[in-house]
Nanobody, 126 residues
Framework: VQLQASGGGLVQAGGFLSLSCAAS????????MGWFRQAPGKEREFVAA????????DYVDSVKGRFTIGRDGAKRTVYLRMNNLKPEDTAVYYC????????????????????WGQGTQVTVSS
C-alpha cells in the first residue's frame, strides 16, 4: 500500500486548501480512507473518514461544516477540501487506510487505520 499526499501549503485564516492522496498497491475501492493530522507537540488526531462506497463520512467536531472528504475510484484518490481555515488547523496532514474489511457503507474506528502516507504540511496564518 502506497499513499502519496499533496496539496498542503500556507494560507491565511478564512482561506481554502484542497488536499489529495493518491493510492496504489491495492484495490482502492475495497477499503475505507481517512485523514489525520498532527500539530507540533500534539498527538496525531483523526480528522475525517469515508467508507468504501463513499456513502458514509465522519468528521472530528472541530472541522464539521468546514471540511469535506471525498473519493474518486477512477483516479484512486481521496480528497480533503478545507474551507474557512483557522490557525488551529495548522498541522501535518496524513491520509490513511486500513486492511480491515468493512461493509461498503461502514466506517472504521480511528484506531483501525494502519497504513499512512508521508504527510503534507498545512499552515494557516492569522
Amino acid at each position: 500500500v502506497q499513499l502519496q499526499a499533496s496539496g498542503g501549503g500556507l494560507v491565511q485564516a478564512g482561506g481554502f486548501l484542497s488536499l489529495s492522496c493518491a493510492a496504489s498497491g491495492w484495490i482502492f475501492s475495497n477499503y475505507p480512507m481517512g485523514w489525520f493530522r498532527q500539530a507540533p507537540g500534539k498527538e496525531r488526531e483523526f480528522v475525517a473518514a469515508i467508507s468504501r462506497d463513499g456513502a458514509s463520512t465522519d468528521y472530528v467536531d472541530s472541522v464539521k461544516g468546514r471540511f469535506t472528504i471525498g473519493r474518486d475510484g477512477a483516479k484512486r484518490t481521496v480528497y480533503l477540501r478545507m474551507n474557512n481555515l483557522k490557525p488551529e488547523d495548522t498541522a501535518v496532514y496524513y491520509c490513511a487506510t486500513t486492511d480491515v474489511r468493512k461493509l461498503p457503507y461502514v466506517l472504521p474506528r480511528s484506531d483501525e487505520f494502519k497504513y499512512w502516507g508521508q504527510g503534507t504540511q498545512v499552515t494557516v496564518s492569522s
